[in-house]
C-alpha cells in the first residue's frame, strides 16, 4: 500500500452536520489529520482559534493568498476561507489521509489542482431536515437562515463533481461508510502508482528472465 496519505475533501451544505462528523472520524480513527482552514468570519460561541479555524481578517488573509500560502480559498457569505498549505503536505507525506472541509468553490479548485484527491458531499436526508438543523443551532438570524438555504440550493447543482454523496442521517454509520469509501478509495489506480510501477518492472523483469 502507498506510504502517502489522501486528501480527502468534504462539503455539504450548511447545516448537513459536516463537522460533527469530521469529529466522530477523528475520534474513531487514528489515521485520520483535519486541516484547520483559516477564515474571516467571526467565531461562533465554543469556538477556538486554531481549533476549529484560524480566525484573521481580510488584509492579513490576502497577504497570505499573495504569498501562495493556501493551497485554495473561496468566498463564502462574505467572508473568506482557505487551506494553509504547510500543514497538508507534511501530514500527507507522513502517510496521514487529510481532511479538507471546505465549500464546492475550494474543493472544485483542489480536484483540478490535486486529481487523486477523493471528494465527498455531505447532505441531510431532506431539505426539510436541512431546515430543522440550521433552526436548531438557535444562533442565526432568519435572514442568515434565507441566505444559507439559498446557498444549499445553489451548491445542490455542483455535487455531481463529487466522487461520492454521503447522506447524513445517523451520525455513527455515516462516519464508518466515509472510512469505508476511503479505504476502497485507496485501492484506485491513480493512489497506487509506485505499486504499478513495481509490479511491472518486476514482470519485465521475469519475462527477460524467461526468454532469456
Keep these: ?90 501530514q500527507l507525506s507522513a502517510g496521514r489521509n487529510v481532511i479538507l472541509e471546505i465549500e464546492i468553490q475550494g474543493a472544485l479548485k483542489i480536484k483540478k489542482k490535486f486529481p487523486e484527491s477523493l471528494l465527498l458531499f455531505v447532505t441531510p436526508p431532506s431539505a426539510a431536515e436541512l431546515d430543522r438543523r440550521l433552526r436548531g443551532r438557535g444562533t442565526e438570524s432568519e435572514e442568515v437562515i434565507a441566505r444559507r438555504l439559498a446557498r444549499a440550493a445553489e451548491e445542490s447543482e455542483g455535487m455531481e463533481a463529487y466522487d461520492y454523496i454521503v447522506v447524513n442521517d445517523r451520525l455513527e454509520e455515516c462516519a464508518e461508510e466515509i472510512h469505508m469509501l476511503v479505504e476502497a478509495a485507496r485501492r484506485a489506480p491513480v493512489r497506487r502508482g509506485q505499486f504499478m510501477k513495481e509490479i511491472r518492472e518486476e514482470l519485465s523483469d521475469f519475462v527477460k528472465g524467461v526468454q532469456g
Design 1 to 90: 500500500m502507498e506510504k502517502k496519505g489522501i486528501l480527502i475533501v468534504i462539503s455539504g451544505f450548511s447545516g448537513a452536520g459536516k463537522g460533527t462528523l469530521v469529529r466522530e472520524l477523528l475520534d474513531r480513527y487514528d489515521e485520520y489529520a483535519l486541516s484547520v482552514s483559516m477564515t474571516t468570519r467571526e467565531p461562533r460561541p465554543g469556538e477556538r482559534d486554531g481549533v476549529e479555524y484560524f480566525f484573521t481578517d481580510r488584509a492579513h488573509f490576502e497577504e497570505t493568498i499573495a504569498r501562495d500560502g493556501l493551497v485554495e480559498y473561496a468566498q463564502y457569505c462574505d467572508n473568506y476561507y482557505g487551506t494553509p498549505r504547510a500543514y497538508v503536505e507534511e
